[in-house]
């Protein structure tokens, strides 16, 4: 594998949807500064400014079209298997834009690499917005992932940008908890607005208003943020620095099927709800709101419990619990009371396995070797989160309902679970830096 930036490092705070969340170089001398930065002097605003842009790549460009899908597939005749096309183009162009921001980022600052990202996010927006055929969507989804990775790669080393280190934390933490405030915010706009509208068909203005939200948090960025240069420093890559973490393999593989459930459950959940559990439109768009309660909270709860039984133990829990929410959406469980509450709680869950896998990885390798590590998994992670969405979207059309997508959901979860259930806990971590050579 070819060297990575560790300006793009990679730290234990995680989006939830399975990315790895990239942190500030190491150079002693950007620490030193950070470090001196009071408290109270750090710009708060700024960082909430920056954090917002997560909210352009994962909400609006990802988590969006498992809310809308409902309505959109009766106009455009969107098939299951073009949903599931749609998810898969979505994570694929996400990749693509993750692999050209890691070989520019020697070359172009993270600043300028942030706006590009937001400007193609919001291009496929609008085209999406105003799509009349499934090709325009198809061009849409893949531009707004697309941008995302421009975006993902880079915020948060805007956001953490002369935050002292012991703050960053928490800098980071924004990141997270904007995104969960958007889940919970963008189903709640949703119903209100076709509640105004008296339809439950209305999509496009959606669309339209998040493209129009993403121009403006643009303007902010270009007015009120002024990003200085950021140091990079090269990392090496690749299986050998993976082989460093005993138990690697079965790593590896519960990280791809943890891949393959959360980037095939929000894809079709609002289709799911509405065709084969009853639920009418306004209540499934809701459940989206619960499960980004869920995400807030999850990552917390199941970190700090991660830090009293173990990563494994913890990560192998969230995996259960993730089964079992599959389980209930594929045997059709007669009490929406039960449905709601799965899926909340999968929220909590899906947001929490990155950064317990990050953390995991962390307590194995050094600084020196985190980044190379994390990103070589997530080179495994990327595949698996193609190929989720467009075999769930073949398997609900073969079939004429979801059973077998959320059946084969629970498998891989299942998976994931018994990888991570044979691993020991981690006696001590690595050493903070690693020795001089």
Same mark, same amino acid.
Request: charged fraction near 10%.
């Given at each position: 594998?070819?060297?990575?930036?560790?300006?793009?490092?990679?730290?234990?705070?995680?989006?939830? @949807?399975?990315?790895?969340?990239?942190a500030?170089g190491?150079? $002693?001398?950007?620490?030193?500064?950070?470090?001196? %930065?009071?408290?109270?002097?750090?710009?708060?605003?700024?960082?909430?400014?920056?954090?917002?842009?997560?909210?352009?790549?994962? &909400?609006? !460009?990802?988590?969006?079209?498992?809310?809308?899908?409902?309505?959109?597939a009766?106009?455009?005749?969107?098939?299951?298997?073009? %949903?599931?096309?749609?998810?898969?183009?979505?994570?694929?162009?996400?990749?693509?834009?993750?692999?050209? /921001?890691? @070989?520019?980022? !020697?070359?172009?600052?993270?600043?300028?690499?942030? #706006?590009?990202?937001? /400007?193609?996010?919001?291009? !496929?927006?609008?085209?999406?917005?105003?799509?009349?055929?499934?090709?325009?969507?198809?061009?849409?989804?893949?531009?707004?992932?697309?941008?995302?990775?421009?975006?993902?790669?880079?915020?948060?080393v805007?956001?953490?940008?002369? /935050?002292?280190?012991?703050?960053?934390?928490?800098?980071?933490?924004?990141?997270?908890?904007?995104?969960?405030a958007?889940?919970?915010?963008?189903?709640?706009?949703?119903?209100?607005?076709?509640n105004?509208?008296?339809?439950?068909?209305?999509?496009?203005?959606?669309?339209?208003?998040?493209?129009?939200?993403?121009?403006?948090?643009?303007?902010?960025?270009?007015?009120?943020v002024?990003?200085?240069?950021?140091?990079?420093?090269?990392?090496?890559?690749?299986?050998?620095?993976?082989?460093?973490?005993?138990?690697?393999? #079965?790593?590896?593989?519960?990280?791809?099927?943890?891949?393959?459930?959360?980037?095939?459950? $929000?894809?079709?959940?609002?289709?799911?709800?509405?065709?084969?559990?009853?639920?009418?439109?306004?209540?499934?768009?809701?459940?989206?709101?619960?499960?980004?309660?869920?995400?807030?909270?999850?990552?917390?709860? @199941?970190?700090?419990l991660?830090?009293?039984? !173990?990563?494994?133990?913890?990560?192998?829990?969230?995996?259960?619990?993730?089964?079992?929410?599959?389980?209930?959406?594929?045997?059709?469980?007669?009490?929406?009371?039960? &449905?709601?509450?799965?899926? %909340?709680?999968?929220?909590?869950?899906? @947001?929490?396995?990155?950064?317990?896998?990050?953390?995991f990885?962390?307590?194995? /390798?050094?600084?020196?070797?985190?980044?190379?590590?994390?990103?070589?998994?997530?080179?495994?992670?990327?595949?698996?989160?193609?190929?989720?969405?467009?075999?769930?979207?073949?398997?609900?059309?073969?079939?004429?309902?979801?059973?077998?997508?959320?059946?084969?959901? $629970?498998?891989?979860?299942?998976?994931?679970?018994?990888?991570m259930?044979?691993?020991?806990?981690?006696?001590?971590?690595?050493?903070?830096?690693?020795?001089?050579?």
């Open positions: 594998m070819g060297r990575l930036p560790d300006a793009f490092r990679v730290t234990p705070a995680a989006s939830g @949807f399975g990315d790895a969340v990239p500030l190491p150079a $002693a001398a950007a620490d030193a500064v950070g470090d001196a %930065v009071d408290f109270d002097r750090v710009r708060w605003g700024r960082v909430v400014l920056v954090a917002f842009s997560g909210v352009v790549s994962h &909400i609006f !460009g990802r988590a969006t079209i498992g809310v809308l899908l409902p309505a959109m009766p106009e455009l005749g969107l098939s299951d298997t073009l %949903v599931g096309a749609l998810g898969s183009t979505n994570m694929g162009a996400y990749f693509a834009g993750v692999v050209i /921001v890691t @070989f520019s980022a !020697g070359r172009v600052e993270p600043f300028t690499l942030l #706006r590009a990202g937001i /400007v193609t996010s919001t291009i !496929g927006l609008a085209v999406v917005g105003t799509a009349s055929s499934p090709f325009a969507v198809v061009i849409g989804t893949a531009l707004a992932g697309l941008g995302g990775g421009g975006i993902w790669l880079t915020a948060p805007i956001a953490s940008e002369g /935050v002292p280190a012991a703050r960053r934390g928490a800098a980071l933490g924004v990141l997270t908890a904007t995104m969960g958007a889940f919970i915010g963008v189903p709640l706009a949703t119903a209100a607005m076709r105004v509208a008296g339809s439950d068909a209305i999509w496009r203005p959606l669309w339209l208003g998040e493209a129009a939200i993403s121009i403006l948090l643009l303007v902010a960025l270009t007015l009120f002024r990003a200085g240069r950021t140091e990079r420093v090269a990392a090496v890559g690749g299986l050998a620095a993976l082989r460093q973490i005993q138990g690697w393999k #079965r790593t590896v593989v519960a990280y791809m099927a943890f891949a393959y459930t959360t980037s095939s459950f $929000a894809n079709f959940l609002g289709l799911a709800l509405e065709r084969d559990h009853g639920f009418d439109r306004l209540a499934a768009t809701l459940v989206f709101s619960g499960m980004g309660a869920g995400s807030m909270v999850g990552a917390l709860a @199941f970190g700090r991660s830090d009293r039984i !173990g990563r494994p133990a913890t990560m192998a829990t969230v995996m259960a619990i993730s089964t079992c929410t599959g389980v209930v959406l594929a045997a059709r469980v007669p009490n929406a009371v039960i &449905i709601v509450v799965a899926v %909340v709680v999968f929220g909590g869950a899906s @947001f929490a396995y990155p950064s317990l896998t990050a953390t990885v962390r307590d194995h /390798v050094t600084d020196r070797t985190f980044a190379a590590v994390l990103g070589t998994m997530t080179m495994f992670y990327g595949p698996a989160s193609v190929i989720g969405p467009a075999a769930s979207g073949w398997l609900a059309d073969r079939t004429g309902h979801y059973d077998a997508t959320y059946g084969v959901i $629970a498998v891989m979860a299942l998976t994931s679970c018994i990888c259930s044979t691993m020991r806990r981690s006696r001590s971590a690595a050493p903070q830096t690693a020795p001089n050579s």
